[in-house]
């Protein structure tokens, strides 16, 4: 089933979408986004995507809006800190010409995202991590920030009683927002940020900066990125295979699904975690691919604005 503006979905409060089970018809421009909460970071970025504007900049924007959001445990400001009590975040940025830029390990900047992209554009480098980001974030002009909320300090004072460490399919998982954008010009670009799995270890970085992990980029052929557990994806590349496949003739679901059946011929204990990759291709076409149920993702374009839930390979 396909739900268009027709139909009249568009424009409604969240509470309204309605859940669509195949990807609608391509068109361009688009923006997708991990999880439902991709909605409304998708909507900051429209206006100017929709009047001409670079996907690069769509796809930074609106990782900007959950990295703010201390609502959001998950990431930027108000993430769930490490074992030790530490906030780290992960980022990346690529765009349609293979320039990319990420930063790992960085504590006390509210946008990772924005740091990466300053990595790409005004250093020789790809990644910068640790106290070598934040040196170069401070100098850029970005402000130290206490990342550790209220909220989200006091749940691990909580967790710490026990500090048994098991993440929670679904719910952990919601660990990533990863965004891909195609602009009116026909460019692709993608981001991805995170504070990573909720009490992991300190030091501990995922798949999230990492190009052709949780994020890959090719302008001739398309873009993916994923969310779930980077242990996974890191073993597999993941988002590298899924472009692969699409170089290969692979439709974006198609693409998602092969890379998917990859980690289950290759990690024997996936069954207990969740990963789930979202792409697009030059066309406009757009699907995904998960290990468990549960996995979604936010699409906007001129038509839609809607919430499609993946398929999954239990």
Request: charged letters at 25%.
């Amino acid at each position: 089933m396909r739900y268009t503006a027709q139909l009249g979905f568009v424009g409604v409060l969240f509470k309204d979408f309605r859940w669509a089970k195949e990807a609608p018809k391509s068109e361009m421009p688009l923006i997708v986004s991990t999880w439902h909460t991709g909605i409304k970071a998708n909507r900051a970025a429209w206006d100017d995507l929709a009047k001409g504007g670079t996907a690069i900049d769509a796809v930074e924007t609106t990782a900007k809006v959950e990295e703010a959001d201390p609502n959001n445990q998950s990431v930027g400001l108000g993430g769930r800190p490490d074992r030790d009590g530490h906030v780290t975040l992960d980022a990346c940025i690529m765009d349609h010409k293979g320039q990319a830029g990420s930063v790992a390990f960085l504590e006390g900047i509210v946008h990772p995202i924005s740091v990466a992209r300053r990595v790409m554009e005004k250093t020789p480098h790809v990644i910068l991590a640790g106290e070598g980001a934040k040196q170069f974030a401070l100098a850029e002009g970005f402000v130290e920030t206490d990342l550790l909320t209220e909220k989200s300090k006091k749940e691990w004072k909580e967790w710490l009683k026990t500090a048994q460490y098991k993440p929670v399919i679904n719910v952990e998982s919601h660990d990533t927002i990863g965004i891909l954008a195609l602009d009116m010009q026909g460019h692709l670009a993608g981001a991805c940020t995170t504070s990573g799995l909720a009490y992991k270890m300190h030091g501990r970085v995922g798949d999230s900066p990492i190009i052709g992990a949780g994020l890959f980029v090719d302008g001739e052929v398309g873009a993916c990125t994923c969310s779930g557990l980077g242990e996974l994806v890191l073993k597999t590349l993941g988002s590298f295979l899924v472009v692969e496949f699409m170089r290969q003739g692979k439709s974006p679901t198609q693409a998602c699904k092969k890379a998917i059946e990859r980690i289950v011929a290759k990690i024997p204990n996936y069954r207990e975690a969740q990963v789930g990759f979202v792409a697009i291709d030059k066309h406009g076409r757009h699907g995904a691919y998960a290990i468990q149920p549960g996995f979604e993702y936010a699409l906007k374009t001129t038509t839609q604005e809607i919430i499609i839930k993946s398929k999954s390979y239990l």
